[in-house]
Protein backbone atom coordinates (compact mmCIF):
# COMPACT_ATOMS: atom_id res chain seq x y z
CA UNK A 1 0.00 0.00 0.00
CA UNK A 2 2.84 2.03 0.61
CA UNK A 3 4.64 1.46 -2.47
CA UNK A 4 1.72 2.67 -4.39
CA UNK A 5 0.90 6.31 -2.56
CA UNK A 6 4.55 6.80 -3.51
CA UNK A 7 3.93 5.68 -6.93
CA UNK A 8 1.03 8.35 -7.32
CA UNK A 9 3.13 11.36 -5.70
CA UNK A 10 6.08 10.68 -8.54
CA UNK A 11 6.78 14.58 -8.93
CA UNK A 12 5.96 15.86 -5.67
CA UNK A 13 9.24 17.35 -4.00
CA UNK A 14 8.93 16.92 -0.48
CA UNK A 15 9.46 20.03 1.36
CA UNK A 16 12.57 20.32 3.41
CA UNK A 17 12.14 19.71 7.31
CA UNK A 18 12.35 23.39 8.14
CA UNK A 19 10.80 25.28 5.38
CA UNK A 20 10.70 28.66 7.58
CA UNK A 21 13.74 29.27 10.00
CA UNK A 22 13.91 29.47 13.98
CA UNK A 23 12.69 33.38 14.76
CA UNK A 24 16.44 33.46 16.40
CA UNK A 25 17.99 32.47 12.93
CA UNK A 26 16.59 35.54 11.52
CA UNK A 27 18.85 38.74 11.35
CA UNK A 28 17.39 41.55 14.60
CA UNK A 29 14.46 42.88 13.68
CA UNK A 30 14.53 46.58 12.82
CA UNK A 31 14.29 49.23 15.98
CA UNK A 32 11.87 51.37 13.98
CA UNK A 33 9.04 50.97 11.38
CA UNK A 34 9.99 51.81 7.95
CA UNK A 35 6.21 51.62 6.25
CA UNK A 36 4.57 53.41 9.20
CA UNK A 37 7.55 56.64 9.25
CA UNK A 38 6.97 56.48 5.32
CA UNK A 39 3.61 56.69 5.14
CA UNK A 40 3.15 59.31 8.03
CA UNK A 41 5.88 61.63 6.46
CA UNK A 42 4.06 61.44 2.93
CA UNK A 43 0.40 62.77 4.56
CA UNK A 44 2.29 64.63 7.68
CA UNK A 45 5.71 66.18 6.40
CA UNK A 46 5.70 68.58 9.29
CA UNK A 47 5.36 66.45 12.21
CA UNK A 48 7.75 63.69 14.04
CA UNK A 49 5.93 60.12 13.56
CA UNK A 50 5.47 58.81 17.13
CA UNK A 51 6.50 56.03 17.82
CA UNK A 52 5.05 52.59 17.74
CA UNK A 53 5.79 49.76 20.31
CA UNK A 54 8.55 48.02 17.62
CA UNK A 55 11.00 50.43 18.90
CA UNK A 56 10.29 50.73 22.62
CA UNK A 57 10.86 46.57 21.99
CA UNK A 58 14.50 45.30 22.44
CA UNK A 59 15.51 43.36 19.24
CA UNK A 60 15.65 39.50 19.72
CA UNK A 61 19.68 39.60 19.34
CA UNK A 62 20.42 36.99 17.22
CA UNK A 63 22.24 33.36 17.71
CA UNK A 64 25.76 34.09 17.93
CA UNK A 65 28.95 31.77 15.75
CA UNK A 66 30.37 30.40 18.83
CA UNK A 67 29.10 29.64 21.95
CA UNK A 68 28.51 32.29 24.82
CA UNK A 69 30.22 32.40 27.97
CA UNK A 70 27.20 33.28 30.10
CA UNK A 71 23.79 32.31 29.76
CA UNK A 72 21.16 35.22 29.76
CA UNK A 73 18.08 34.29 32.20
CA UNK A 74 15.08 36.40 32.36
CA UNK A 75 13.00 34.34 35.52
CA UNK A 76 9.43 36.12 35.86
CA UNK A 77 6.23 35.43 37.68
CA UNK A 78 3.13 37.03 36.94
CA UNK A 79 3.52 39.86 39.41
CA UNK A 80 6.98 40.39 39.59
CA UNK A 81 10.43 39.97 37.41
CA UNK A 82 12.96 38.01 39.58
CA UNK A 83 15.68 37.83 37.20
CA UNK A 84 15.83 40.40 34.14
CA UNK A 85 18.14 39.26 31.59
CA UNK A 86 20.59 38.49 34.38
CA UNK A 87 23.94 36.62 33.06
CA UNK A 88 24.74 33.54 34.91
CA UNK A 89 26.50 30.34 34.58
CA UNK A 90 24.34 27.77 35.02
CA UNK A 91 20.31 27.23 35.64
CA UNK A 92 19.02 23.58 36.94
CA UNK A 93 15.50 23.72 36.40
CA UNK A 94 13.03 20.98 37.44
CA UNK A 95 11.34 20.02 34.32
CA UNK A 96 8.78 17.01 34.13
CA UNK A 97 11.64 14.74 32.69
CA UNK A 98 13.62 15.37 35.55
CA UNK A 99 15.96 18.07 36.79
CA UNK A 100 17.88 19.69 33.72
CA UNK A 101 20.95 21.87 33.49
CA UNK A 102 21.09 24.47 31.33
CA UNK A 103 24.41 25.89 30.27
CA UNK A 104 25.33 28.19 27.61
CA UNK A 105 24.80 26.81 24.18
CA UNK A 106 21.97 24.54 25.38
CA UNK A 107 19.82 23.26 22.34
CA UNK A 108 16.62 25.09 22.04
CA UNK A 109 14.29 23.48 24.16
CA UNK A 110 10.71 23.75 25.33
CA UNK A 111 9.86 22.36 29.00
CA UNK A 112 7.17 22.09 31.10
CA UNK A 113 8.58 22.68 34.84
CA UNK A 114 6.85 20.46 38.11
CA UNK A 115 7.07 21.69 41.42
CA UNK A 116 10.20 21.57 42.38
CA UNK A 117 13.76 23.30 43.07
CA UNK A 118 15.26 25.61 40.72
CA UNK A 119 18.59 27.05 41.15
CA UNK A 120 20.94 29.62 39.28
CA UNK A 121 24.59 29.13 39.40
CA UNK A 122 26.55 32.79 39.04
CA UNK A 123 30.44 32.28 39.76
CA UNK A 124 30.80 30.51 43.46
CA UNK A 125 26.76 31.60 44.44
CA UNK A 126 23.90 29.76 43.99
CA UNK A 127 20.39 30.68 44.53
CA UNK A 128 17.45 28.27 45.22
CA UNK A 129 14.29 28.67 44.44
CA UNK A 130 10.76 26.32 44.78
CA UNK A 131 8.85 26.83 41.60
CA UNK A 132 4.91 25.78 42.18
CA UNK A 133 4.73 24.67 37.80
CA UNK A 134 5.61 26.74 34.41
CA UNK A 135 7.82 26.62 31.98
CA UNK A 136 11.23 26.94 30.64
CA UNK A 137 11.81 28.40 27.07
CA UNK A 138 15.89 28.52 25.97
CA UNK A 139 16.88 29.96 22.99
CA UNK A 140 19.63 29.06 20.56
CA UNK A 141 21.29 31.88 21.34
CA UNK A 142 21.86 31.62 24.87
CA UNK A 143 18.79 33.22 26.57
CA UNK A 144 16.83 31.09 28.56
CA UNK A 145 12.87 32.57 29.32
CA UNK A 146 11.96 30.97 32.64
CA UNK A 147 7.92 31.36 34.06
CA UNK A 148 6.46 30.54 36.95
CA UNK A 149 3.28 31.30 38.57
CA UNK A 150 4.45 30.92 42.18
CA UNK A 151 8.67 30.98 43.23
CA UNK A 152 9.61 31.49 46.72
CA UNK A 153 13.20 31.66 48.32
CA UNK A 154 13.45 28.19 50.07
CA UNK A 155 13.54 30.07 53.16
CA UNK A 156 10.45 31.32 53.32
CA UNK A 157 8.60 27.83 53.68
CA UNK A 158 7.52 26.20 57.09
CA UNK A 159 8.64 22.38 57.26
CA UNK A 160 5.56 21.75 59.66
CA UNK A 161 2.85 23.30 57.34
CA UNK A 162 4.63 20.95 54.71
CA UNK A 163 4.29 17.98 56.46
CA UNK A 164 0.98 18.78 57.81
CA UNK A 165 -0.31 19.60 54.23
CA UNK A 166 1.42 16.10 53.08
CA UNK A 167 -0.27 14.24 55.69
CA UNK A 168 -3.93 15.79 54.68
CA UNK A 169 -3.19 15.09 51.56
CA UNK A 170 -2.43 11.00 51.69
CA UNK A 171 -5.63 10.86 53.99
CA UNK A 172 -7.32 12.65 51.43
CA UNK A 173 -6.34 10.32 48.24
CA UNK A 174 -7.06 7.19 50.23
CA UNK A 175 -10.73 8.99 50.96
CA UNK A 176 -11.59 10.58 47.62
CA UNK A 177 -13.99 9.10 45.31
CA UNK A 178 -14.43 10.90 42.39
CA UNK A 179 -11.45 11.10 39.64
CA UNK A 180 -11.48 14.95 40.19
CA UNK A 181 -10.96 14.64 43.73
CA UNK A 182 -8.38 11.79 43.22
CA UNK A 183 -6.33 14.63 41.19
CA UNK A 184 -6.85 16.80 43.38
CA UNK A 185 -5.29 14.55 46.27
CA UNK A 186 -2.48 13.35 44.08
CA UNK A 187 -1.53 16.72 43.05
CA UNK A 188 -1.43 17.81 46.84
CA UNK A 189 0.89 15.05 47.40
CA UNK A 190 3.03 15.63 44.60
CA UNK A 191 3.64 19.56 45.83
CA UNK A 192 4.20 18.82 49.10
CA UNK A 193 6.27 15.74 48.73
CA UNK A 194 8.31 18.10 46.44
CA UNK A 195 8.35 20.42 49.05
CA UNK A 196 9.60 18.20 51.98
CA UNK A 197 12.33 17.15 49.44
CA UNK A 198 13.45 20.89 48.67
CA UNK A 199 13.02 21.80 52.81
CA UNK A 200 15.07 18.90 54.13
CA UNK A 201 17.26 17.33 51.20
CA UNK B 1 5.16 13.59 16.02
CA UNK B 2 3.64 11.25 18.95
CA UNK B 3 -0.06 13.01 19.69
CA UNK B 4 -1.00 9.61 21.65
CA UNK B 5 1.36 10.70 24.50
CA UNK B 6 1.07 9.54 27.85
CA UNK B 7 -1.34 12.36 29.21
CA UNK B 8 -1.20 13.53 32.72
CA UNK B 9 -3.02 12.26 35.21
CA UNK B 10 -4.97 15.75 35.90
CA UNK B 11 -5.78 16.00 32.11
CA UNK B 12 -7.41 12.28 32.44
CA UNK B 13 -9.51 13.41 35.47
CA UNK B 14 -10.71 16.06 33.16
CA UNK B 15 -8.68 19.46 34.57
CA UNK B 16 -7.31 21.55 32.76
CA UNK B 17 -3.19 22.71 32.85
CA UNK B 18 -4.27 26.29 34.26
CA UNK B 19 -6.55 24.66 37.33
CA UNK B 20 -3.73 22.23 37.81
CA UNK B 21 -0.84 25.15 37.94
CA UNK B 22 -3.03 27.50 40.09
CA UNK B 23 -3.56 24.47 42.78
CA UNK B 24 -0.03 23.97 42.68
CA UNK B 25 0.49 27.64 43.49
CA UNK B 26 -2.15 27.64 45.98
CA UNK B 27 -0.74 24.99 47.52
CA UNK B 28 2.85 26.24 47.36
CA UNK B 29 1.60 29.77 49.17
CA UNK B 30 -0.43 28.22 52.07
CA UNK B 31 3.02 26.65 52.69
CA UNK B 32 4.69 29.86 53.70
CA UNK B 33 6.00 31.52 56.42
CA UNK B 34 3.81 34.06 58.15
CA UNK B 35 5.01 37.83 56.99
CA UNK B 36 4.78 35.86 53.36
CA UNK B 37 1.88 34.21 53.28
CA UNK B 38 -0.32 37.35 54.36
CA UNK B 39 1.12 38.95 51.23
CA UNK B 40 0.83 36.33 49.16
CA UNK B 41 -2.88 35.62 50.74
CA UNK B 42 -4.27 38.62 48.64
CA UNK B 43 -2.25 37.11 45.50
CA UNK B 44 -5.15 34.62 45.42
CA UNK B 45 -7.96 36.88 45.18
CA UNK B 46 -9.71 36.29 42.24
CA UNK B 47 -12.00 39.73 41.57
CA UNK B 48 -15.05 39.44 38.83
CA UNK B 49 -18.47 40.59 38.52
CA UNK B 50 -21.25 38.37 37.34
CA UNK B 51 -24.47 39.72 35.60
CA UNK B 52 -27.45 37.58 34.87
CA UNK B 53 -29.40 38.11 32.10
CA UNK B 54 -33.00 37.63 31.44
CA UNK B 55 -35.44 38.28 28.26
CA UNK B 56 -31.77 39.60 26.39
CA UNK B 57 -30.95 42.84 28.90
CA UNK B 58 -28.48 42.29 31.42
CA UNK B 59 -29.30 42.49 35.10
CA UNK B 60 -27.77 44.40 37.44
CA UNK B 61 -24.11 43.35 38.25
CA UNK B 62 -23.00 41.75 41.52
CA UNK B 63 -19.16 42.20 42.21
CA UNK B 64 -17.22 39.65 44.47
CA UNK B 65 -13.47 39.19 44.87
CA UNK B 66 -13.60 35.92 46.51
CA UNK B 67 -10.73 33.20 47.05
CA UNK B 68 -10.02 31.03 44.56
CA UNK B 69 -9.19 28.14 47.18
CA UNK B 70 -13.51 28.33 48.02
CA UNK B 71 -14.25 28.95 44.42
CA UNK B 72 -15.87 25.82 43.24
CA UNK B 73 -16.30 26.42 39.83
CA UNK B 74 -18.99 23.75 38.26
CA UNK B 75 -20.74 23.99 41.22
CA UNK B 76 -20.84 28.19 40.85
CA UNK B 77 -21.43 27.92 36.90
CA UNK B 78 -24.71 25.30 37.73
CA UNK B 79 -26.33 27.37 40.03
CA UNK B 80 -26.17 31.11 38.38
Known sequence: MLGRASMLLPCRSILPARARP???????????????????????????PPKTPLSFMQPRPPTPSSIPSKLTVNFVLPYASELATKEVDMVIVPATTGQMGVLPGHVATIAELKPGVLSVHEGSEMTKYFVSSGFVFIHANSFADIIAVEAVPLD?????????????????????????????????????????????? | MASNAAVPFWRAAGMTYITYSNICANLVRNCLKEP???????????????????????????FCSVFIRSLHLPDMVANL
Do not use: C
Not at chain 1, 189 to 198: C, E, R
Not at chain 2, 40 to 52: D, G, N, P
Open chain 2, 36 to 62: YKTDALSREKVHFSISKWTDGKPEKPS
Open chain 1, 156 to 201: RLDVNLVQKGLAEFTSKLSSATTDLEKAEAQIGIDVHSALNSALTG
Open chain 1, 22 to 48: FSTDLPAAPSADATFTEAWTKVIPNMD
